[in-house]
């Protein structure tokens, strides 16, 4: 009986690793009243952060210590430089937050709005929600092809003796 190499058992890790990423997209629901909730206070201030070529933002309340996050894949639904510019220190803003179904203790921004003006719609992070449900799986099954036919090539070319 024939072991694993090395770098076949990365492959079939790497796999797993994107099965099991494909899968918890693909439950992911869409932002709703019944996972969400909306949180009232005073603007402190939003920083950007940008990590490995990806922008997020972190949003501070006046009122509410923690960690309050514009994720990367959502931040291209933030209208930064609007709301730069019409929402200031110390106004008051909603940030709508996404509840349940996460890994971390960060709370997510699903969407915020000030003087009945979105800045962040909800309905723009169902599409990202919505649009990831299909690229990520479809990514990982052409990684998946990839990585089985290299694997199919390595053992034609080089038979067992």
């Known amino acids: 009986m024939k072991t694993l190499s090395g770098k076949n058992f990365i492959i079939i890790i790497l796999l797993g690793f994107g099965l099991i990423i494909s899968v918890w997209v693909l439950l992911i629901p869409p932002i709703t009243a019944k996972n969400s909730r909306v949180i009232t206070g005073h603007l402190k201030q939003v920083q950007k952060g940008i990590t490995r070529n990806q922008v997020s933002y972190d949003v501070l ?7 309050f996050k514009i994720p990367a894949d959502w931040s291209g639904c933030f209208s930064d430089s609007l ?26 921004v699903a969407g915020i709005r000030a003087d009945s003006t ?13 649009g990831n449900k299909t690229e990520i799986p ?8 990839f990585m089985v036919a290299v694997m199919f090539l390595k053992k034609v070319k080089s038979p067992e003796s």
């Open 83 to 108: 709301f730069r510019k019409q929402v200031k220190p110390g106004q008051v803003v909603q940030l709508t937050i996404q509840t349940g179904f996460s890994f971390s203790s960060v709370r997510r």
């Open 61 to 67: 309340l006046q009122e509410n210590g923690g960690d």
């Open 138 to 145: 479809i990514g990982f099954g052409i990684f998946a092809v």
């Open 118 to 130: 979105d800045y962040l719609s909800t309905a723009c992070v169902n599409d990202k929600i919505a």
